[in-house]
């Protein structure tokens, strides 16, 4: 098995505390709603939904996608910082073991957030997951993270 790694850094204007409670406390209930032409739901399948749980991602029917299961290792509400394994799913295909993500918010300009995201592939034998393969994922990712960013510009006292 190998690891490749990749990292990026995101930027808003939302406040770190704010895209936090969306995109980790309130992911589970926030995306569906905001994204129900792709999220059937998200279900915690083992735990309490906080750390050691198993969550599920339902996917609409007729997409690429039918879920994806998420092993939840961190949630620190006072650093901002989460870490999560995509452990099932359809993505994962083949070569994939699993993908390790930690995402940690940090303050940036006037009240903005920066977040940083590392990508851990845990590839099966001695493949190489490669750029163009990682911006795949990652777009899917980034349209999660601005479709909850724009709900949020639209809704000021949400999770304020």
Request: glycine share 8%; charged share 25%.
């Amino acid at each position: 098995m190998g690891v490749n790694t990749y990292t990026y850094e995101s930027t808003t204007t939302i406040s770190p505390a704010r895209l936090f409670k969306a995109l980790v406390l309130d992911f589970d209930n926030l995306v569906p709603k905001l994204l129900s032409q792709h999220v059937k739901n998200n279900e915690t399948i083992e735990g309490d939904g906080g750390v050691g749980s198993i969550k599920q991602m339902n996917f609409v029917e007729g997409g690429p996608i039918k879920y994806l299961k998420h092993k939840i290792h961190v949630i620190d509400d006072k650093n901002l910082e989460t870490k999560y394994s995509l452990i099932e799913g359809d993505v994962l295909g083949y070569k994939l073991e699993s993908i390790t993500y930690y995402i940690k918010f940090e303050a940036y300009d006037n009240g903005g957030c920066v977040y940083k995201t590392t990508t851990e592939y845990h590839t099966k034998g001695d493949y190489i997951v490669t750029e163009e393969e990682h911006n795949v994922g990652k777009e899917r990712i980034m349209n999660i993270s601005k479709a909850v960013e724009a709900y949020l510009l639209a809704n000021p006292s949400v999770y304020a």
